[in-house]
């Protein structure tokens, strides 16, 4: 007789799931589970290897959901908002696009220089800070976009969809095990009065029959659930490429944030010097810090030292005199450029993505900066641009 349970392979994960037949007799099951409770009936124990499977399914789970919640958290701290999104969702409705804090702050901005002044010196540096932050924005609603899709999105689909088919295995699993314990007892019984009164021989034979059918239904749901269990592995590897994504796309976002704001902090730079004369423009350096594995403070300490800059003048009035500027009798590093680098003044030297450049420190300089010579030509360069090779 043809088994009326349908094994199928689920197009989502590549595990196997089922439509059962029924859950057998519930009578039995609530009873045996019942003298389970109060330890009045034997339980038939699932192996090591199944139980650490179980194990590792509940804990994949579990962290799979806080992970779930707290990047919701990190990519819309707004909780009212984050309802309702999840109403949208819900109702398979687009969510529709909201204004990023940036976004909104530029927009501010830009009404108070208009109406404070578009030409006064407060009202064009609004404009400038405006524009920067329209450009934030754009930026965080991309991040946004990318790591719903990328991370958020297949942690949900594991939760909403494999977790719930393993969780109805597993809850057949525990009906055929109560059915199977159930039929253990049953024939138990009858051998004791098998013994009493030979009567008692076609119950018997009826028990045991019921026994291993129950046994060969135990089995098969056995097997199913394992392989379900056992698929936790791939769910890992997914994870494990969606969390690679992640990390990308947040590198992307950070790395266009500080470039926007570099490039803000060197347009407030030059107009600083115009609005207050005599003000030292280098405070405008970068301080942001480091895109590479090597930190600012850390690289300059490593660096060899050479002469003091404590008494150059600022970059205005030819600060360093780079034709004095000689190499530390200590040595020299080499560097990778990570970015291009358009120099601000004729002190700095500008760089191209990937060439290589000779560098070192001098006493007294800022640590965020270095002198990097390339061929006969030699200025400052900014370290967060730099990968420092041994």
Known sequence: MRDPRVVSQSPNCGRVCRVDRGDGNSSAKGTQFTEEKFGQAEKTELDAHFESLLARADSTKNWTEKILRQTEVLLQPNPSARVEEFLYEKLDRKVPSRVTNGELLAQYMAEAASELGPTTPYGKTLIKVAEAEKRLGAAERDFIHTASINFLTPLRNFLEGDWKTISKERRLLQNRRLDLDASKARLKKAKAAEAK?????????????????????????????????EGISSTHVNHLRCLHEFVESQTTYYAQCYRHMLDLQKQLGSSQGAIFPGTFVGTTEPTSPTLSSTSPTTAAATMPMGPSVADLAPPGEAALRLEEVAPP??????????????????????????????VYSLPGMDPDWLIGERGNKKGKVPVTYLELLS
Do not use: C, H, M, P
Not at 203 to 225: G, H, I, S
């Open 329 to 358: 009798a200590s040595g020299t590093r080499k560097a990778r450029v990570l970015y291009d680098y358009e120099a601000a003044d004729s002190s700095e030297l500008a760089l191209l993505a990937d060439e290589l450049i000779t």
């Open 197 to 229: 009164a030979t009567l008692w021989n076609d119950e018997v034979d009826k028990a045991e029959q019921e026994l291993r059918v129950a046994q060969t239904e135990f089995d098969r749901q056995a097997e199913v659930t394992r392989l379900l269990l």
